[in-house]
């Protein structure tokens, strides 16, 4: 009877030891952990410091990039990722400057007519093996584009040269597209139909050479890896670690000593999460990073220099007007455009402070005859009108003889803002107008192929520019265009493109792009939601860094290091 | 001890002291019931789950706001926001024009309201444009003036209009000059500028704030509406949000668990009482199903159900859970009945002719309740879990109905700015999923026959 209370209690004793001394392992080992915590950290600031971001001694700096890109071939890029690497890799026969002025490229100078152009290429150009850049190599890159075979989906931007349409549906071979090289340094185009702004779309990287020779060593592989491609521009890619990483080194060959002045970039990051970015940026990781509406309250805390940067993409909200869709209906677009008011959606929704209303589909950056489009053809002036706004839904649901709506499919891409935007507007039309609106958010590729297939009622979708002309956003709502997914079908709007495409007199043309932006409005074939732009920040050592509408949206090609610059 | 005398040798009359027990008897559900009381842990749990019962059922009745409802004058607001505001009129756009003369310099139109900021000045010395910048704290030697806002390329443009999500609070706003190639020169100028809450008379009847014949008019204050948990960002209530996302949640995080916990007590008693070969391929059909993956079938359930673009992916989530969560609770079930089956109460009972429904109703499936409650109430956080999971990622809910899940996906996204939009709806899964947890610990020892009368 008397052992075995002992025995418990002994137990007891063994557990409460055993515990206690459970318990100081877990003290001294957490004490450890903090004390190793503080000393890495201790280490990486002292390295943070000097940051791998820039490299003063070795004239190098690290970047980071949106995505991996496809793949590297200049004609067949569609994607901004490829279009920042191949601006830095590249060039073509015109250029844009530190100002976003055209400057010349390969060619030395050039000439535009009413039926063609001719291109003079400088002798001193050359190609990352040395041998020189010929007017060759623009005709067979050309060519090669507009080669069905190829499957550019850029090969449209081609389509003013002559021939070029028939060769990329495969009416005619493509020899016959209208350019030759009469020599080695000269480059002939003829014109399908005048395209006075044929420069602007020389500068355009899907215009950017290619060596037959080169190409055909890589059997059917250019562009898939570093040294399965041939570089004429400021960089060449070193190293390529797919979906890891790359290297960008100085290009021994490249004429211009007006850029490329780095040693190297590296590519050290490919993410497009922005708070991972941010963080590389803080530690010293990156030289830029762009910064999202919840992130400013610090970047001003620290006294950070932010920038801003409007990018010229507009996005709106784009109709489907393929027959049998709700949104084919006049009145019923009328109704959902007088019931919203984008400034609402970008002040109070969005809240980021790098976007603009939009009032129009052309964005500031457009130019007109003498000075901004915008300011020599003011947008129409957009109110909100409730009253207004019923009464043409009222008409719709007459004219399509509906006694109730049923609902909407607004497809959307799967961004915080294109949801925030979708679940903006699924309740604004709630509200105003009683109609259910059903989001269907889509990975990008997802929602293109549903746009292209016409499976949405109202997609928000973007456009942003190609070249520097009114035209790549006025070309858009053209019954032809392939980039048109609502599939809008007007003659009259056809025949105002074909006037801005065709017409020498700036005049004219801008006159029918200011026709266009009405008939945008007046006919509500898009709504207009905003128009992108960025709040971004920069070390303060690196200087010449751009972002850009047209080309590249970062450009490192100007960039240099100034160690004294903070 | 004493001799015994003859007294101790007569025998005792009948009925005088019969058996007594000293202490009232108690059924096996009682006794539970009772060593459940007396963990307070469990307890508190339960209290909790019968709240959240009471929130998700009776909370809609209580407070009876729409969650789908934008307020967009009270845009992420955290709890307890002075919720105080003017009327002013109805916002009209502004090209510049001000009633002041005989102000210089960078200066207010008008005053600052949550409606708009409207700045104007003079042309700065060497300047061919303008940049106007906002910034939360006050210009240091760095020179950091903030958020850029707009850049003006030419000398005419001297105003500027601000409606970009203004709270109300200070703001220092400060014009910098340009020089023609959009370079900032070392020119420029500062204000503060205090900003005050307004609405406008039509959005206030509209919301109910105040009667359509009110005499309320400009310049009168009046309160926006109530949100006791704050807004999102979108202006909707955190409250009514929660309430309805904790019907989902609740919805898929009982309802499921309930419905494949029933389905494998039946499969695994049917499995455990037949026996031989109908047992192992009953249970080799389960580890088939264990070897599923959720995800895969999850998305192929919302195909095959037709659930299109924008609509609710709710119901394949439990129909997916069902079809794939059963084989562990068949799993335990089969082995319970395995060990009940041989003991010698079960071969008396079938001596007495009881039918295999009896025995199996009687005293096989009361006998493991024990092990399934438990079970269940270990089941139900882990598919809140799942939900969660699953709207987080998209594959749940579609928009406005949120759940708790999606909500915390939407608040993650300004966790640095506005905290109260992550922090409400992951205290609320972490709340719950501990609650059903430490329930579901208690449990186990309560029901645990082998501890019962041990302390």
Redesign the interface.
């Known amino acids: 009877m008397t052992g075995k209370p002992e025995i418990q209690l002994t137990e007891q004793n063994f557990t409460r030891r055993a515990g206690r001394q459970l318990a100081l392992y877990a003290v001294y080992s957490l004490l450890a952990l903090i004390v190793l915590v503080y000393l890495l950290s201790l280490v990486s600031g002292g390295s943070g410091l000097s940051g791998s971001a820039i490299d003063a001694d070795s004239n190098t700096i690290t970047i980071s990039l949106r995505e991996e890109p496809p793949q590297l071939d200049s004609g067949r890029a569609t994607d901004a990722a490829s279009f920042v690497v191949i601006a830095h890799t590249m060039e073509g026969l015109l250029g844009y400057d530190d100002?976003s002025q055209l400057v010349p490229g390969v060619a030395e100078r050039w000439e535009i007519r009413e039926d063609g152009a001719t291109f003079w290429l400088r002798d001193n150009a050359r190609w990352s093996d040395g041998k020189p850049v010929t007017a060759h190599d623009f005709v067979f890159s050309w060519q090669r584009v507009v080669n069905p075979a190829t499957g550019s989906e850029y090969s449209f931007i081609l389509y003013s040269i002559r021939n070029a349409e028939a060769i990329n549906n495969g009416e005619l071979p493509v020899s016959y597209l209208g350019v030759r090289a009469v020599d080695d340094y000269t480059l002939e185009v003829e014109f399908e139909r005048p395209t006075p702004y044929f420069e602007k779309l020389a500068a355009f990287s899907t215009y950017y050479p290619l060596r037959e020779d080169f190409f055909n060593s890589t059997n059917g592989r250019y562009g898939a890896d570093a040294d399965m491609l041939l570089y004429n521009g400021p960089y060449v890619v070193s190293e390529w670690v797919h979906n890891a990483s790359m290297r960008w080194e100085k290009n021994p060959f490249y004429w211009n000593d007006k850029k490329g002045f780095l040693d190297a970039i590296n590519v050290g990051y490919i993410t497009q999460d922005v708070n991972a970015k941010l963080n590389l940026f803080k530690d010293g990781q990156i030289v830029d990073t762009h910064l999202v509406?919840?992130?400013?309250?610090?970047?001003?805390?620290q006294?950070?220099?932010?920038?801003?940067f409007?990018e010229g993409t507009v996005f709106f909200l784009e109709f489907n007007h393929r027959d049998g869709r709700l949104t084919d209906n006049h009145h019923f677009r009328k109704a959902l455009q007088l019931a919203q008011d984008p400034?609402?959606l970008?002040?109070?929704?969005l809240?980021e402070?790098s976007y603009l209303p939009a009032p129009s589909l052309f964005p500031e950056f457009i130019q007109g005859v003498n000075g901004p489009f915008r300011k020599e053809y003011p947008p129409p002036?957009h109110r909100l009108n409730l009253a207004e706004a019923r009464r043409h839904l009222e008409l719709a649901r007459q004219e399509l003889g509906l006694d109730e709506f049923p609902?909407l499919?607004?497809?959307s891409g799967?961004t915080?803002v294109a949801?925030?935007a979708?679940?903006?507007y699924?309740?604004?039309y709630?509200?105003n107008l009683g109609l259910d609106?059903?989001?269907?958010?889509?990975i990008f590729k997802q929602r293109l192929a549903k746009m292209t297939s016409g499976d949405f009622d109202i997609v928000l979708a973007g456009w942003g520019p190609d070249y520097d002309d009114a035209l790549t956003f006025g070309d858009l709502f053209a019954s032809w265009n392939l980039n048109n997914r609502g599939r809008y079908n007007n003659p009259r709007m056809d025949e105002l493109v074909r006037i801005a495409q065709s017409s020498l007199d700036p005049k004219t043309r801008m006159d029918a792009f200011g026709e266009i932006q009405q008939l945008i409005y007046d006919d509500a074939v898009i709504i207009p939601m905003y128009e992108r732009g960025w709040?971004y920040v920069v070390d303060p050592r690196l200087k010449g860094f751009k972002r850009r509408s047209i080309g590249p949206e970062v450009d490192y090609n100007y960039a240099y290091i100034d160690v004294d610059g903070e | 001890m004493a001799e015994p005398d003859v007294a101790d040798f007569t025998p005792l009359t009948a009925g005088a002291e019969k058996q007594e027990l000293s202490r009232p008897s108690l059924s096996y559900w009682q006794d539970a019931w009772i060593r459940l009381k007396a963990n307070r842990r469990a307890l508190t749990s339960l209290y909790i789950v019968i709240a959240l019962l009471l929130f998700t059922v009776l909370g809609p009745w209580l407070w009876q706001v729409d969650p789908g409802l934008q307020d967009l004058d009270q845009i992420s607001q955290p709890p307890g926001t002075d919720r105080r505001a003017v009327i002013v009129e109805d916002y009209q756009p502004w090209y510049g024009e001000s009633g002041l003369t005989d102000v210089n310099g960078l200066h207010l139109a008008r005053p600052a309201t949550t409606q708009a900021v409207r700045l104007k000045w003079d042309v700065l010395p060497g300047a061919s444009g303008h940049r106007v910048y906002r910034n939360l704290f006050p210009i240091g030697p760095e020179l950091a003036f903030g958020v850029p806002l707009a850049e003006i390329y030419d000398n005419d443009t001297l105003y500027f209009e601000d409606r970009l999500d203004l709270r109300p609070g200070i703001y220092y706003y400060s014009v910098v000059a340009l020089d023609p190639d959009g370079q900032i020169i070392d020119s420029f100028e500062t204000i503060e500028v205090q900003v005050q809450r307004v609405t406008t008379r039509e959005e206030a009847v509209q919301r109910g704030l105040i009667a359509s014949d009110s005499e309320l008019g400009i310049g009168d204050r009046i309160l926006l509406d109530l949100h006791p948990l704050g807004t999102d960002y979108l202006g909707r209530d955190m409250l009514a949000r929660l309430m309805a996302g904790a019907r989902v949640s609740l919805f898929i995080g009982i309802g499921a668990p309930l419905l494949f916990v029933l389905f494998g007590m039946a499969y695994g008693s049917m499995a455990g009482f037949l026996g031989g070969r109908v047992d192992s391929a009953m249970m080799r059909f389960a580890d088939f199903v264990v070897a599923l993956p959720f995800l895969l079938f999850m998305i192929l359930f919302k195909i095959a159900f037709g659930i299109g673009p924008g609509e609710s992916g709710v119901f394949p989530m439990l129909v997916a859970l069902v079809l794939l969560m059963w084989p562990a609770t068949a799993r335990l079930v089969r082995g319970q009945i395995l060990q009940f089956r041989e003991q010698g109460y079960i071969a008396a009972s079938r001596l007495l002719g009881a039918r295999t429904v009896y025995l199996v109703l009687r005293h096989m499936i009361p006998n493991t309740l024990g092990v399934v409650l438990v079970t269940l109430t270990f089941a139900i956080p882990s598919a809140i879990f799942t939900e969660a999971f699953l709207s987080f990622i998209g594959m749940g809910v579609a928009p406005p109905t949120p759940s708790w899940g999606s909500m915390s996906n939407e608040g993650i996204k300004t966790m640095l700015t506005h905290p109260h939009e992550l922090v409400f709806p992951a205290l609320f899964i972490s709340v719950t999923v501990l609650a059903f947890n430490l329930l579901g610990d208690g449990l186990r020892d309560a029901l645990d026959a082998r501890m019962r009368n041990q302390e």
């Not at chain 1, 509406?293 to 805390?301: D, I, K, Q, R």
């Not at chain 1, 006294?303 to 801003?308: A, G, K, N, S, T």
């Open positions: 100002n509406a919840p992130m400013l309250p610090s970047a001003m805390e006294r950070w220099h932010i920038q801003l409007m400034a609402e970008v002040y109070k929704a809240k402070a002036e609902p499919v607004l497809l799967d915080p949801m925030v979708a679940e903006y699924q309740a604004l709630k509200k609106i059903l989001i269907d958010a889509q709040s």
